[in-house]
């Protein structure tokens, strides 16, 4: 039963999924630099995945410490499983985390097998627009195989949600936790999130869905966050705290969405 609703919560992924990749606009956040076309937006995000060597992925890339080694390593590894990228549909302005934001759907395709990821594109201090790294990597740290595995007790993970009723073991009263299922574009399995009701991160996950909802897409179920997780003594291997709700989308900015003080982390 577990695997059959997992199942079914993936394919819910992947149909909201293109749901909110298509075009879509938003209250712009205020800035004194000019958001890219899309004909812009896609020369930019085609130089970055076109990169072959550090210098490009510097030039291209938003990387948050990541090495340029690394990015190499994971353009390369993509492009050998699913085939060359295709820029393909502007989603336009998704604007989140109080950040100026324009993303783009990339495919890849190779043998039947298909690949989508969304380029996200945010200016540095300077007003030069790159490709976040680790948005569009959808990384996770560690890697979501290892939190699903019981490896991984603590980290950040890159997930869409949906509201959920696993209450059990450490989580079974329904009176004073919130629960939701967290899934990967990567995996069938789910992880199980819990925060308090009406605390911070209650309150940050009621929003991200009803800024979701405010721009249109009323019927969508499943949203996308970025969030700091740790599983607590008695909760089983895929039960995780969520201790912070680091942002409403998966580019992290230097404040998290829910209000939290210190490092992102």
Request: with cysteine; charged share 25%.
């Amino acid at each position: 039963m577990a695997f059959w609703s997992d199942k079914r919560q993936q394919q819910s992924v992947q149909s909201e999924f293109g749901e909110l990749s298509r075009q879509r606009f938003v209250e712009r956040i205020e800035s004194k630099f000019a958001s890219p076309t899309e004909d812009q937006s896609h020369a930019i995000v085609t130089a970055a995945l076109a990169a072959k060597d550090e210098a490009a992925v510097s030039a291209n890339f938003r990387l948050n410490g990541t090495p340029p080694a690394d990015v190499l390593e994971f353009l390369r590894q993509e492009e050998e499983l699913f085939g060359p990228a295709h820029v393909e549909s502007w989603i336009g302005s998704i604007d989140c985390n109080n950040t100026l934001v324009e993303s783009v759907l990339v495919h890849h395709t190779k043998n039947g097998i298909s690949e989508a990821r969304i380029a996200m594109l945010t200016p540095d201090e300077q007003g030069v627009w790159r490709l976040d790294f680790e948005s569009f990597a959808k990384k996770c740290e560690p890697t979501w195989e290892t939190f699903v595995s019981g490896e991984a007790t603590e980290g950040i993970v890159r997930i869409w949600f949906c509201q959920d009723n696993y209450f059990n073991g450490i989580y079974t009263d329904d009176s004073e936790w919130l629960c939701f299922s967290m899934a990967s574009l990567d995996s069938d399995a789910l992880l199980y999130g819990y925060c308090r009701k009406n605390s911070p991160q209650g309150t940050a996950m009621a929003s991200i869905k009803a800024r979701t909802h405010a721009r249109g897409k009323k019927n969508i179920s499943t949203f996308r966050a970025t969030l700091a997780i740790s599983r607590s003594e008695g909760a089983n291997k895929r039960q995780f705290e969520i201790k912070k709700v680091l942002a409403e989308d998966w580019l992290l900015t230097d404040k998290a969405f829910d209000g939290s003080p210190g490092p992102l982390e």
